[in-house]
Structures are given as C-alpha cells and as structure tokens.
C-alpha cells in the first residue's frame, strides 16, 4: 500500500511539474490579467467571477490599458482582449480567423462532404450581393404581415405585447422568407426546430471544449442531436423541394416564378453534384445556424428600439414624417429605407449606447503575432475587442453616456460638407464601421454583406411599425433596464409595450 501511495504521488508530482512549467513559459502569462488571477486554479475563480459583474471589470480594464491588451479566463482557456481603437490594425493579412473556432468543432457534428466543398458560403454570398434587391421585396412583404400578426391590436383601445418574443417571430420569419421562401418561413414548428438547433449545437461544441482531441469524434456521437435535427427539417423540406425539382423538369427555363431564395440557390447547386437532399438541408440549416446571431441582434435592437420609442414619444413625430414622406415619394422599396436618416441614426446609436456585447469582433489566431505595443500572442489563442467600454468613451463620442437617437442624422449634414462630402457622409450610416465603432466588426473583419440586409430588414419593421401603430409603455412609464449576463448584453427579455392601430394606417 505504502509503495502504492508514493507511486501515485510521484505521478501527482510530474503532473504538477509539468503544469507549473508550461504555465511558467505560456507567452500568455506576460499579458495582463484582469476580474481575477492568473494563477493556475485559482485563474477558474476569475472566469467565474467574470460571469457576474464583468461590465464594471471591463470598462475598469479599459481605462487601465488603453492601447494595450489584456487577458479574461475562460473555464477552458484564455480570452486576450485588446483595448483600444488602433489596436487591430495590422492583425490582417491572414494572421486571424472568425472561421477557425467554429471549423474545429463543425467537423465532429457536420456531413464530411458540407466542410469539403463550402458551396453553401459562395451561395449566401451571390444571394446577398447579386440578389439583393429582389430578396429585400420578398422580406419587406413578410414584414407587413408578421407584423400584423404579432402585434395585435385595433383602434379603440390599447393592447399589451410582450416586445422581445414578437420581434423574435417578426425577425425569424422575414429572415427565413429569404432563405426557405413561401409557405415555410411562416410555420411556428419550422422556426422553432431552427432555433432549438442552434441551442443544441452550442451545447454540443460547448461539452466538446472539455475533451482532449483524439476523444471528441467519440463523445460527439453521444452529444450530437444534429442528424436528427436533420431528419425532422427533412420532413418540413422534402415535400417543397420534390416540388422545385419537378418544376425544374418540366418547366426547364421556362419557369419563370422559380423562387428566389436561398434553398433554390443550393437546389441548383446540388444537382449538378448529385447531392443528396439531406445534405442539401444540413447545409441549409448550417446557415439558418450561422444568421442566428445576425436574427439575434435584428430582434434585439429592434426591442431596443421600440422601448425608446414607447418611453420618448417626441422622437416618434420626426420619424413618422419622415417614414411617410419616403413611403410616399418611393414606395416600400431599398431606395426609401436609404433615405430614412433618422430611423438609420436610431438603429446606428442603439448599437453604439447598448450594443448586444460588452466584446466584439471574436477571432482566434492562425499564426503568432505581435501586436503593435510588443504583445507576443501565440497561434490558437481567442482574441476580441473591447466595444461597449469604447462606445461609451467621452473621448471619442460627444455626451457618451447619454442616448441620442438623432446624433448621427444630425452629424450627416455637417459631415456631408466639403470635398469628400458623399464619403464622410456614409460614416454616419448605421452599417458604415470605424476604429470607434465595431458592433459589426471593422475593416477586413466586418461583418459583410449580411449587415445591409439585416439594416433594411430593420428599418422596415420599424417603419412598418411607427407608420401604423401608436405605443407608450405602462406603470410608471420607464424603460426597463437592459440585463447584462457575462459579455451579453440584451434589453429586457419580458418588457411589455401597449399598442394602439392608428387609424388610416398603411
């Protein structure tokens, strides 16, 4: 027993060496850390902590190394965290990633042949460029009548609506109408398995960060719900796309009403590889996954947005003209939403007061890099940038702390004066980043081009909403305060907002 007891503590010993001497040479152990300490273990207490109050840890952090980088604890790893509006310049040239993270964890869950041959991303992004204006008239037609739908009210009296779940459903639904189309984008059992998959897949890759590589093809097959996941969109899909394929073989080019949406577009690429229909579906809920964050901060910023407008009802009249004057001149069109200054400045300072992250612009490193203060930060590590405590920063931003929804429409004028007129003035736009404004990204890492849809899609949900209903909150009349959980950041999630008809509505 006795000889036992000491082979089992010499192991203990080794382990221990060689955990306090990898700890000891980590590149990462010269960075800074804060919300706890970087000592081994004891760095657990950290992330934990940083659950918590980590807004008030951040914006302390971002005073202490402005132009600097500093480091959070994970349960699993290291997040360094640079503050500062310049500190990502230089990063590019293939030095980070937005992709890497995800892909490691994809091919455990995924088909072989969807990481293979990524068809699926040029398709979105021929959508989005090519096609952008024949979407925008299928959404904003399923904004109007989801909007009806969720937010039911007559003209009489006043009826309470639970905003974040409608706008949820509203945003969901003009969502899938570009990418399932017609009938689908509207049944509540189809949205609600797409949502359910993105929860399980973060469930799945979130079990997957505690395995050592070589078990994870093992434990994913225990973990993984997506194959069925698969099966049951398959029996939402099928029908629709036996459908489409017999329209295409008898109707050749001849089908002029062949839909425009993003199913049609993997459709038409699939049947030149052969491909079979659950991988073309596992493919398409691949994406609905990935425009879940973009669906995410659609919803959120539009309950944002109509609390503000609930609360403060003087910035409710100079939208209105506004809307209406457009509407009119250009009908429900990409062209009438582009000149709704106001309502782009709304969404613009939404994003910079509130934003849906205290961090922003996740990337992991594909080669070792240098910042440009001397930072050493190694390939694989998870770097991301400050947002909310530099949106909040005086020195960049008149009257910071305080919401303005007309600042920017404001500053269009002014900006659009000059030489460079047209191109200061598009700094002003709610999807125009800089250094100071990185809700979508900056530069080579933003977020493009599903940004320009999402802005269109918003701006008509809430021009659809301001032209045709009257809104005030009740009780006391205050907003309800946003709830920070970690780096999230969301308004409140059962916040209620009365909604009257307004009569001779659009």
Avoid at 408 to 417: D, L, Q
């Amino acid at each position: 027993m006795d000889d036992y007891l000491a082979i089992v503590s010499a192991c203990l010993a080794v382990i221990v060496a060689v955990y306090v001497v990898r700890w000891y040479n980590d590149p990462l152990r010269a960075i800074p850390t804060v919300g706890g300490s970087s000592l081994p273990v004891l760095s657990y207490l950290g992330a934990w902590r940083m659950r918590g109050d980590c807004r008030d840890v951040l914006e302390e952090a971002y005073r202490k190394y402005a132009g600097s980088a500093f480091k959070i604890a994970y349960l699993d790893r290291w997040m360094v965290v640079v503050s500062g509006r310049n500190m990502w310049r230089g990063l590019g040239n293939g030095r980070t990633s937005c992709r890497a993270p995800t892909q490691s964890r994809r091919r455990y869950l995924f088909e072989p042949s969807i990481l293979a041959d990524e068809y699926h991303v040029t398709a979105v992004k021929e959508m989005l460029v090519r096609k952008r204006s024949t979407i925008l008239r299928g959404v904003i037609d399923e904004v109007a009548v989801a909007v009806g739908d969720h937010t039911v009210a007559d003209e009489n009296e006043w009826s309470s609506v639970e905003v974040m779940p409608a706008m949820r459903r509203i945003v969901a639904r003009a969502s899938n109408r570009a990418i399932v189309g017609l009938p689908l984008c509207r049944d509540e059992d189809y949205l609600a398995l797409v949502f359910n998959l993105a929860a399980g897949f973060m469930k799945s890759t979130f079990i997957l960060r505690f395995f050592p590589r070589f078990l994870k093809p093992i434990v994913a097959l225990f973990v993984n719900v997506l194959k069925q996941d698969t099966y049951r969109a398959v029996s939402y899909l099928l029908p629709i796309i036996e459908e489409r394929q017999r329209a295409v073989v008898e109707l050749g080019e001849g089908w002029n009403e062949k839909p425009n949406d993003l199913l049609q577009s993997f459709l038409d690429k699939a049947t030149a590889k052969n491909e079979p229909i659950f991988t073309v579906v596992q493919r398409l809920l691949l994406i609905s996954f990935v425009s879940i964050d973009s669906t995410s901060m659609s919803f959120q910023t539009a309950t944002h947005a109509l609390y503000h407008l609930a609360e403060k009802q003087e910035i409710v009249g100079p939208l209105r003209d506004e809307i209406e004057a457009n509407v009119a001149s250009d009908g429900w069109t990409s062209t009438a939403l582009g000149k709704m200054w106001k309502l782009d400045s709304l969404l613009r300072e939404i994003l910079r007061f509130h934003g849906v992250g205290l961090l922003s612009m996740g990337r992991i490193a594909v080669k070792d890099i240098t910042l440009s203060d001397g930072t050493r930060i190694p390939e694989g590590t998870l770097l991301t940038a400050q947002a909310y405590a530099m949106h909040h920063d005086g020195a960049l931003c008149d009257n910071a702390r305080t919401f303005d929804p007309f600042r920017f429409a404001r500053m269009r004028p002014i900006a659009g004066s000059g030489s460079d007129g047209q191109s200061a003035n598009a700094k002003c736009l709610f999807t125009t980043t800089s250094a100071e404004y990185i809700p979508f990204g900056y530069g080579q890492y933003s977020c493009s081009p599903g940004r320009y849809l999402a802005s269109n899609e918003l701006k008509a949900i809430l021009a659809c909403i301001v032209l045709n209903y009257d809104m005030k909150l009740g009780g006391d009349g205050s907003r309800p305060s946003d709830v920070y959980t970690a780096t999230s950041i969301m308004p409140a999630p059962h916040g209620r907002i009365l909604f009257k008809k307004r009569g001779g509505s659009v």
